[in-house]
């Protein structure tokens, strides 16, 4: 039986995370949140707990934590979303992944333990997940692909075969990236770019097709 889990965050993409877990039939006990002002409020019915404090009346040994908190631009573990969770794990806190059951995983694709792939997407065989990504609802990462710790393939971005995208990057709403193009690490890629050539890493990359416009900030 799995453990029941807490889901850090309370804004809108953590209701999102936690659909996925209820409608996969975990056990949510609610929500950490540093706002006070959302301290014993409901979300899905789900009540906000309090801050990381509340995590105190919990053992890591009998809940699991699911990081709720949307993107934040940042490279790899200086991304606050990265160092939030970090910061947990260093206290001896283990994460679960959220995988909603209308997403669609191959068998013979490898995800790292604490990703989460949301409704309608699709993750095809020998495609990589690594840790803390987010392939967001309607994505599309293709066979072969490497998606890095940290990146957010947002909602309807398509990741065509055997393509790379480093640590960090984030992936806006319905960018494609062509066949085996790679992108280095801390890339930003606007929504509705069209990727068709390499990129080394800490660009922002926007348009048809997609230039730089500038380096990540």
Not at 146 to 168: F, K, N, P, Y
Not at 191 to 198: E, F, M
Request: glycine residues 16%; charged residues 15%.
């Amino acid at each position: 039986m799995s453990l029941p889990v807490i889901v850090i965050g309370a804004g809108g993409h953590a209701a999102v995370v936690a659909d996925a877990l209820l409608e996969s039939g975990v056990e949510v006990l609610g929500y950490t949140d540093p706002d006070f002002r959302l301290h014993g409020a409901l979300r899905l019915g789900l009540p906000v707990l309090g801050g990381d404090e509340a995590l105190a009346g919990y053992e890591p040994a009998q809940v699991r934590l699911v990081n709720g908190l949307g993107f934040v631009a940042g490279s790899g573990r200086e991304a606050a979303r990265a160092r939030a969770q970090q910061a947990l794990q260093a206290q001896g806190w283990t994460f679960a992944s959220a995988i909603h059951p209308r997403a669609w995983v191959s068998r013979h694709a490898i995800l790292a333990d604490d990703v989460q792939v949301l409704a309608g997407a699709m993750v095809q065989a020998g495609a990589r997940i690594g840790a803390g990504a987010i392939v967001n609802t309607g994505a599309v990462v293709e066979h072969d692909t490497s998606v890095g710790a940290w990146c957010h393939v947002a909602t309807r971005a398509t990741l065509c075969g055997q393509t790379r995208i480093g640590d960090g990057c984030l992936v806006g709403a319905g960018a494609v990236l062509r066949q085996s193009v790679s992108i280095g690490a801390d890339t930003v890629i606007g929504a509705g770019a069209v990727v068709l050539r390499d990129s080394p890493g800490g660009e922002v990359l926007c348009g048809v097709p997609a230039r730089p416009i500038g380096a990540k900030r």
